[in-house]
Each structure stands twice: as structure tokens, then as C-alpha cells.
């Protein structure tokens, strides 16, 4: 069961219906100088705006037990301290300086390209995690140094459009204009309330700091804009869950929000973690628990799936991957459970050389049809007629692999470089094994006879990439689409891909310099049935 | 037609959410034709983040706030309810701690106190199966926005268009939340077991 399957039953007991007495509210408010009705929300307790050791003085006072439980509650993994707490030897740290400190350190850092894959090691600390939860998960992640694309061993994702920074551009010089921009980004009908702008500023640049590596001009104004926002405070003498010395910008708690730290190294102040905790209102049961995220690592690398460090610049064909999977990720087809059942006709209009040819196959190709002299023909691969059959997938993993029936696996693997050598175990008859020509005649058709599987091609994209010697170029192909063709240096089999130039969808391949186009593909009710 | 200059003018009860709120600008008794329409959607939707406690104050509200913007709201849009949803997850982003509150309720005791007034039987409530109390603790750990996009996509029937209207946003920004939330929801849960990727992968 996937987690939106959960999600869907999570609750389901509660019945559809409205209550009397929301009715009665309601009907009593439209009569009832409707105009004059408050709907702002009660002011906020004034106990929620005491600093955080003020009110543990408070539930200390109550008496014994109830404060060893809001201790434990609410107690962060270091000492909470709201206000700075500086030696007497060195200058008070003060926002100001801390930030001017930190953009000082950004604008001395490297310049990385936007699709730059890198990866990063990070652990998650929460204070009293559900049962069988660990307190610390510790996981690697992958994503574009423009945090555009993210990939988790298993999934693929995009973040959220408004934090890529490449969009970005430079920010607004003036403070108030730069409060107004970032808010903007976060909350694009948030009413201007200061709380509202100042959550929101410290969330979207919390997010850019966390999920990017900035070029350093932007990563240095993002530091001179946290220390911009009104509210904020630092604090020092501080260690993250990594147990390293740190100091923080700390945006103190407000009705939408927790007491919010993006953590600094100490002596050079990079970035080391972010942490959210809540001391809540006296009650244990409403602490929010204490939450960082620490960032171990931080890697530049090759591609999705790779630990090596390589710091070289992407390849076109890299970059081209990148742009096809953020049209994917952002197209309808999001692979939120749009893959075809295995047993549903697919309508296929190919063209080569030969002229046109119509072929209609289960998604998962282990039927297939077509007309010959006028009669449809209809053979099943455990059929006599299969021997005779130019089958889609003539080579390559069951559609099982792709799409496992009961979603527990197995699957095909999921990074780049184990799929790609996966799939180079097949063999489809071509001569260069050693480069990959088996894996990229399965890619064609993988592409060419199983059903469209939306997000969960993207590995197959990314593989292609990952060929050695693989280059992009844009061609017009033979039905006059503008296309984009991934050429491989092989002698035989497979030395083309193309797709689509703008949605990246599969167009057609090349064997030996000859285009095999896909000129179109539907689902339809069974053999013989046109769209 | 149009409701101008018809005294005692009532939409037809097949009449879409466009039209009946045209009708209600004049008529405002009509917009209860609204309420009777969607509001048990909208109850159980508030019910499922907030109990039932909370909720009846925040569907009265929700169906006001509606009511007393009627005359802005944009009649090229038939369907009222991505605004009703909009207006709704608005008012219980206001409830965000009583919300994370019962999530982690359910997550550390197996008792889930929003579904408890639903239950009949004794045995059901006593623990909720472990999924649940994953999912419960997940949910606690997103964003806010990220919750309010994956919520709206699984309770409330709207399209991915619709949740983009009704939270403001681009639908493409919808896609990504929901691909973010259901990654960060897979690694939360467990779905990938976490020992195996305490080691850095070889």
C-alpha cells in the first residue's frame, strides 16, 4: 500500500455530514451583523509571548511532576537560551554581525553550476519520535545544486517552483522590498501581516539554504536579508545534533509558526542545520517536540544515485535530462498512479523507411496484434505464433519489473548507473557490450513497447545520460518534428533515442542511422480498434 | 439569464455554484443553497484535520467568511468548492498546533481522538494499526503547506488545478508539493527502512 492509498483511509470513519450546530452558527451569522463579525483569531495567550525560561520557571512552580514532564517535553537537546549569551572576552555577537559574517564566508565560496547534481548526507533528529520510529535517521538524498530536482533512493521529485533560484535572479536591495519579494515567493496571497512576512521571509530563505547550494552573491544577500527581518535574534555557544559548535539565527515563535534556528558553524559559519522546537503553553501533551536537521555531507557528484565526488560541470546530456524530468515531473502524467494496467491495448502508429505500420499491444506486450493481408492477426507470446512476432519489447525485464503488480517490488533498480549496468545484462545482438549498447537497445524498447510509466521512466532518461560518449543534439526527424536526439558511438543496434524537443516524450529511435518513429499511441478498447 | 431585476428570482436546484452565488448577491438567503451543498464535504474534511470539537466553528466560519466575499468572487468559475476548501484550509492553518497536537496524540497512544467519537466498537478505537500511527506522526513533520496540498488531495475530490485555486498557487507548484510531501511521507513512515540507509550507500 502506498502512502496516499493510507492517506485516503486515514480517518475515513468520520461520516459525511454537517452538524446542526455548525448549520445553527451559520445561519445565525448571516443574520447577524454579518459585516461586524470578528474573524480574526483570538489574541495568542500572553504566556505564549514569555521567553522560553521564564515559562519553564513557571512549570517548575507548579509542582514536581508536572514539570519533570514538561521538561522532558519541551526541553531542546541543548539548553534553550533565546537571547544571545556571549563570553565576556569577545564582542557581542549581534545579528548584524552575524550576518554580515555569514554573507562575508557565502561570497567566499565556489561557484556551482545550477544542474550540478549533489549529494548530501543528512540526519534528522526528533526528540520523542512514534514507537518504532528512530530518534535519529540518518539518510542521503540527491538534488540539482538549484534544488529544481531531488532524488530519494525510490523517488524522484521537484521542489517547490517558487524556491529555484536560477528564477531568482538578484534580490531586492531595499529591505522593505526584499521582505515584500520573499514573502511573495512563500505565500503569494498571504495578507501582510508583519508575523506573516517575517515566517515567511525566514521559510523561503531557510528552504534556499537547505536545498541549494547558491551561487555565493545570492547565498551572501540571503544572509544580509535574515538578519533584515525585524524579529530575528541569534543565539550562540550553541552545538547541532552532529555535536558540532554552532550559532544560530533564531526566529522566535509566532502563532503560525515555532521557534524556528537556522544553525551556522561557529568558526567559519557555513550552513550546518535548521531545527524547529515549540515550549508550547504549559501542557506536556501540546509540546511540539525539539527537531533539527543537520547536514553531515556535501558532495558534488556525478549524477542522481552517485557518491563519488566529481566536481565536473554537467554534460549537455545532462542538463538535457534534467530539463526533460522537470517537464515530466511538472506534466499531468505525474506518476501518481497513471501507469496503465498491464492488460490495456495500446494503438501504435510507427513509421520507418517501409512506410507505416500499425501495431496494437497489451501495455505489458505479452499480446500483440496487426493486420496482415487485410486480416487482424493476434498472437500471445506463450502462442505458437510468437516465434514468428517482431514483438515491442523483443529484449528486456519483464513488465513486472517496472510495475510490480502488488507495488511491493521486485522493481528494476532505481539509480542511474545500477540500471544502466542491469540492463546492459540483457542481450539484445549488438557488438559494443562494453559500452552499453544492450542497455540502450532495452531503453529503445522499454520506450517503444510498454506502456507509457510516466515519472517512473525517469532512471531510463537519466541511464542514457550516464552512457559513456553519449551527446544531444536537436534534429528534425523524418515526420518533420522538432526533436532531441541522444546519439550513442556504437557500430550497431541502438545508436539513437529521440524525443519530443518540448515535452521529452518518446519520438523514436535509431538502428544503424534508420529512424523508426512513433507517430502515435493510444489507449483503445482491444485490438483492432483505432482511436 | 441573468437575476437582475427579479424580485423573488431562486436558481434552479440544478443551477451551478456560479450562478446561485449571482443569485444570492440579491437574494441572500440563497447562499444557503450553497451551504446545504457542500458544506457536509466541507464539515468532514475539517473534522478529519481537527476533530469534531473544532470543526463546527470553523465550517460556520468557512460558509461566512464565503458569504461576506460573495460579491468578489469570480463567476467565471462555476465550481465553488476549490474557493470553499481554500477559505476552509485557511482557517485551520490558524488551528496548526491543535492539528499537530492530535496527529502526534494518535502517534504516541494508538488512539486516534478525531475518529474516537466515530467509532462504535470498543476494540477498534483501542489502537490504531501501526500505519496509522506512522502516517500520523508523518504528517505532524510537514510543512504546512506541504500538508494543506497533500490533504486537499486526498480528502477533498478537487483536481490538481482546483487545489491550485483553492491554495493560490501554480498548478505546477501543487505537482511538486505533492511529490515532495509524498517522498518526505515515504521516508518518515519507514516505507524505506531506515537502517538501510544509515550507512552512506557504496
Known sequence: MNEMDLLTRFRAEVPLGVSPHAEELFRAGMTDHPTERRVAPPPRHLLARVRMPWRLAIAAGLTAGLAAGLLIAVQPSRPPAPTAVQPSSSPRLTVKLLADRASAAALAGPTVPAGQWVYRLTVTYTASPPRGVPAKITQGNWSTADGSLSYNPGSW?????????????????????????????????ANATQVNKDVAD????????????????LNAELYQALGDIPTIQVKTHITDVDGRAGVAFVLPETSQSANLEIILDASDYGYLAQAAWEPSNGSPNSAIP????????????????????????????????ERAATAML??????????????????????????????????DDTEQASYVNG?????????????????????????????????????????????????????????????????????????????????????????????PGATVQNITDAAGRADVEFSFPFTGGITGILFN????????????????????????????VRP | MTPQGLAHAVPDADADDATVIEFSRHEPEQFTVLFRRHAPHIQRYVVRRLGADAADDIVAETFLLAFRQRDRYDLARADARPWLYGIATNLIGRHRRAEIRLYRALARTGADPVTEPFTDRVDDRVSAELASRQLAAALARLSAELRDTMLLAAWSDLSYEQIAVALGVPTGTVRSR???????????????????LAEEPQ
Open chain 1, 375 to 467: 486480416t487482424l492477426v493476434t498472437c500471445a507470446r506463450s502462442a505458437s505464433c510468437a516465434s514468428g512476432t517482431k514483438w515491442l519489447v523483443a529484449t528486456g525485464p519483464a513488465f513486472t519489473l517496472i510495475d510490480p503488480p502488488t507495488r511491493a517490488g521486485p522493481w528494476l533498480p532505481d539509480a542511474p548507473q545500477a540500471l544502466l549496468d542491469k540492463l546492459n545484462t540483457y542481450r539484445t545482438g549488438c557488438t559494443d557490450t562494453a559500452g552499453y549498447c544492450n542497455a540502450v537497445g532495452v531503453i529503445a524498447n522499454l520506450f517503444s513497447g510498454y506502456a507509457d510509466v510516466g515519472i517512473s521512466s525517469l532512471a531510463w532518461y537519466f541511464s542514457l545520460a550516464d552512457v
Open chain 2, 178 to 196: 505533492l511529490s515532495r510531501a509524498r517522498s518526505k511521507l515515504r521516508q518518515t513512515m519507514g516505507d524505506v527502512d531506515p537502517s538501510a
Open chain 1, 501 to 528: 524537443a518540448r515535452t521529452y516524450q518518446f519520438a523514436g529511435y535509431l538502428r544503424s542511422g534508420a529512424q523508426t518513429l512513433l507517430l502515435q499511441q493510444a489507449n483503445v478498447a482491444g485490438p483492432g
Open chain 1, 202 to 217: 525566514f521559510g523561503t530563505i531557510e528552504e534556499l539554504l537547505s536545498n541549494d547550494i547558491l551561487p555565493p552573491s
Open chain 1, 330 to 363: 511538472g506534466s499531468s502524467k505525474s506518476g501518481l498512479g497513471d501507469i496503465p494496467a498491464p492488460s490495456q491495448w495500446i494503438y501504435r502508429k510507427l513509421s520507418a523507411k517501409g512506410g507505416t505500420r500499425e501495431v496494437w499491444a497489451r501495455a
Open chain 1, 290 to 321: 525539539f527537531t533539527e536537521t543537520a547536514v553531515l555531507k556535501t558532495t558534488l557528484v556525478s549524477g542522481p544515485g552517485s557518491v563519488q565526488p566529481d566536481s565536473a560541470p554537467p554534460s549537455r546530456a545532462e542538463l538535457t535530462v
Open chain 1, 157 to 189: 521529485g521537484t521542489s517547490p517552483g517558487h524556491a529555484f533560484y536560477s528564477e531568482l535572479g538578484s534580490l531586492p536591495r531595499n529591505p522593505i522590498a526584499l521582505d515584500r519579494y520573499l514573502a511573495k515567493l512563500s505565500y503569494p496571497n
